[in-house]
């Protein structure tokens, strides 16, 4: 949380009545959503609520031994974050404190109280190359240098969006930490590299435009039958072990994004310590460097206090937004919002609001869209464009996808996971079922299909759907009267089906070479299915049993593309085997 | 410390004091009825001129002259090492008849959060001699996986012979860091009947595990709130063992569909607004903070492993005791009413069971090279007989094909021969993935098409198949 510049302290108050982590108090002057220290240990909250004199907080940390009477001190801001050089490779609670500062000044890898840092080192200094020179003129949002934050990633220093804008009578290259001024305007204002930001307000854009481009993640299900642009939207529901947590760490490793946010949100601890070992190992794709180098992670694990949970989804799109405003692609994975709306309805229980369904707040389907809204290709108002796609991970109660916080969701994105509990147990990886899952992207983002990868990967997609939508019908008949009873031209449609569930629906997120899939070689597995579908169809219009035609050795090779490193060859010689080996049927 | 006799209000297990000091929330309550009996509560809700308690032991008895002391701190738990071989009761007072403790160090029982940063993440195999969890849902250091079952079915069993069997295979060929990392079995018993707890106690006593155990013994009779802090304490001690005196230590918390009736009885006293099913909108992140406090640390030996018991009202895993833990703990065992009835024993049910920390924790160097892909193989094999079960109900197994029947004999095998082993058996994971190969080997080598080539070609028996040929014929 912020507290790198100094506020003016408003008049304090007294604790009034505490019950888990909400508090009231007396007498406090304090505006809605500001931000407030509870208690004679100083802990963290926000104002939720004002009637009269008796303001409502609600406490980021535990507030056990917190006893009425005790002061409250109003800091007369909202909650913000610090932005700045330092956020990327670093891992944060759910108000921006970083979790390895904390864990050295409290000694302890316990979670203790009352301990405050900022969100960004204020000491460090970076190296600062400017981008404008003395007697240009800037306006609010531009850039006026650069920092190398990490090797992949150059952190665009920027004019406050509030500021008025003006000459540049001061600036030049240097190392400087995030609070000495690196510009100065002839209005008198002195730009630093730090800034703050509300986290409940959205960042200033000039235009939000339609998204053309996939976001590319490397998962075949996902990038050939329901992409998500750069800039979309998209929600993973699924009952628990039905692979959340692994289909969000495969986008947040893979996905062709500039900058990754993820956010912990209610989720487990071991979970987070995965990523945090992992990703500094891992390379990014695209750039070859250490994965973390683009990554900045938000842990806010089920058993820390429920609400910094509230807020950490807004810490997190709030920093998204910036490196947006820099001209840089950003995916967001949440993980979960489900957890997110228990949070919002465990406070308002404790606030005796009227609940809605479920016990949920009335105001529930607002905070949803009003988080997803912040999502999308924009234009900045420096001129750049950037996106920040948002990738909501819910779990439903019971597998239920009727209840409020998955339906409300579904309101809101155009692209939907459903991840299937059976597929799940079959251990059929990624458990995304192909019959319920949806994009609304499609067309929009077909052209660069077309363009970038193959100019029939519309045609050659809709025939796998086909496929897959015929198999299930015939499913319906097979559990009925078995496989044998229906005609040979839907015997050979079962097994093509097979094998595009086998070897291209499904991939192993812990194989090395499998994990990540190119949309070329998307397009090529999905290919060879089709071949094996052209030769087989004809070699049984030529009168070739059904048996023979499945039974060739060629075709169970097909369930090994996806582990292939030379897989283009692969292909080739196995596109040749499959046809010369059913030529040699009839 | 300041006595006040001025109940209001006594409701359920909830008791109402008006004050003129504050007091802190979460605060510990001792409360002295007329007979000279004392009580302990916790401070439920505080404001400057009343306070909510929460009565540990019930509210029956009390009247409005029984008078209210505040001790002005958070509920402690004294502990010591000298706690193992000891039974305590839901609050932690010795019930053995053995000395009094001396505390080490008191800590208070709702522990604090790991920092996600300061974990590290577990991945050291635990050989639990199961097959049913060593081969297809590992559990490894430092995880938490709850054990759903439901009633009548045998979970204490399995649970049992997990304490007894559990060893880390690499461990005891290294031998010498033994002394810094002992095992030690804590057990939270929450509103289990008497017979079940000397089920426990007598397999304990039996075994001798009770010298490096700590038992928490909260019975189907002892005042319901009781249960709320009986796990507390029991994690407490945990913490404390695994932390700070380097012990690997295998919690047991039976059963957690109690403890949470014990947090809707409390909610429904305080009037709150229900969520489902009448369970408090608060019992994911509750139960949160009882199962996140497993788990490593970086840079201590020690490690808590949790293996909490529930049984699903209605056999239903949708419910939300099962629903909400299955959302927190990193797998679950399901205990199978069908399999049990087979006479299969232990009567786990691989195919929804689950182990999150599974593929960390196995492979080369860690179980075996070939552990992950017959894992895998086995799932999408008995899945794949599974549901040829209902087709062949209807058109007979004639109708089926060869390679069908063939998963029809896998399914059938795989449940007599690697999940049924009997409670008194202990594998090791070589025979368990022997095993495995055994049954894999039913079926032909291009359907075994999750496994790596090479992988086959060393291990796939190739006169099974032969053999399972000259069976048929």
Known sequence: MSQATDTDVREDGIIESVSGPVVTARDLDARMNDVVYVGSEGLMGEVIEIEGNITTIQVYEETSGVSPGEPVEGTGSPLSVDLGPGMLDAIYDGVQRPLDVLEEKMGSAFLDRGVDAPGIDLEKTWEFTPEVEEGDAVEAGDIVGTVPETPSIDHKVMVPPDSEGGEVVAIESGNFNVEETVVELDSGEEIQMHQEWPVRQQRPTVEKETPTEPLISGQRVLDGLFPIAKGGTAAIPGPFGSGKTVTQHQLAKWADADIVVY????????EMTEVIEDFPELEDPTTGNALMDRTCLIANTSNMPVAARESCVYTGITIAEYFRDMGYDVALMADSTSRWAEAMREISSRLEEMPGEEGYPAYLSARLSEFYERAGYFENINGTEGSVSVIGA??????????????????????????????????????????????????????????????????????????????????????????????????LTLEIARYLREAWLQQNAFHDVDTFCEPEKTYRIMDAAKTYNDAAFEALDAGVPVEEITDIDAAPRLNRIGVQEDWNEYIDDLEDEIESQLRELY | ??????????????????????????????????????????????????????????????????????????????????????????????????????????????????????????????QTGVSAIDGMNTLVRGQKLPIFSASGLPHNDLALQIARQATVPEEEEEGDDDEGSEFAVIFGAMGITAEEANEFMDDFERTGALERSVVFMNLADDPAVERTITPRLALTTAEYLAFEKDYHVLVILTDMTNYCEALREIGAAREEVPGRRGYPGYMYTDLAQLYERAGRIEGREGSVTQLPILTMPGDDDTHPIPDLTGYITEGQIYIDRDLNSQGIQPPINVLPSLSRLMDDGIGEGLTRADHADVKDQIFAAYAEGEDLRDLVNIVGREALSELDNKYLDFADRFEEEFVDQGTDTARSIDETLELGWDLLSMLPKDALNRIDEDLIEEHYREDETAEAVEAEA
Not at chain 2, 10 to 34: A, C, M, N, Q, R
Not at chain 2, 40 to 65: C, H, K, M, N, P
């Open chain 1, 263 to 270: 956010v912990g949100c209610g989720e487990r601890g071991n």
């Open chain 1, 394 to 491: 819910v779990s439903p109660p019971g597998g239920d996808f009727s209840e409020p916080v998955t339906q409300n969701t579904l309101r809101i994105v155009k692209t939907f996971w459903a991840l299937d509990a059976d597929l799940a147990e079959r251990r059929h990886f990624p458990s995304i079922n192909w019959n319920e899952s949806y994009s609304l992207y499609r067309d929009q983002l077909d052209p660069w299909f077309e363009d970038n990868v193959r100019a029939d990967w519309p045609e050659t997609r809709q025939w796998a759907i086909d496929t897959l939508d015929e198999e299930a019908e015939l499913q319906e008949i097979v559990q009925l009267v078995g496989k044998d009873a229906l005609p040979e031209d839907q015997q």
């Open chain 2, 1 to 126: 410390m300041k006595e006040y006799q001025t109940i209001t209000e006594i409701s359920g297990p909830l008791v109402f004091v008006e004050t003129d000091e504050p007091v802190g929330y979460d605060d510990i309550v001792e409360i002295e009825l007329s007979d000279g009996e004392t009580r302990r509560g916790q401070v439920l809700e505080s404001a400057s001129d009343y306070v909510a308690i929460q009565v540990f032991e019930g509210t029956e008895g009390i009247d409005r002259d029984a008078s209210v002391r505040f001790l002005g701190e958070t509920m402690k738990m004294p502990v010591t090492e000298d706690l193992l071989g000891r039974v305590m009761d839901g609050t932690g007072q010795p019930i053995d008849g053995g000395p009094e403790i001396v505390p080490d160090e008191r800590r208070d029982i709702v522990g604090e959060a790991i920092n996600p940063f300061s974990r590290e993440y577990p991945e050291e195999f635990i």
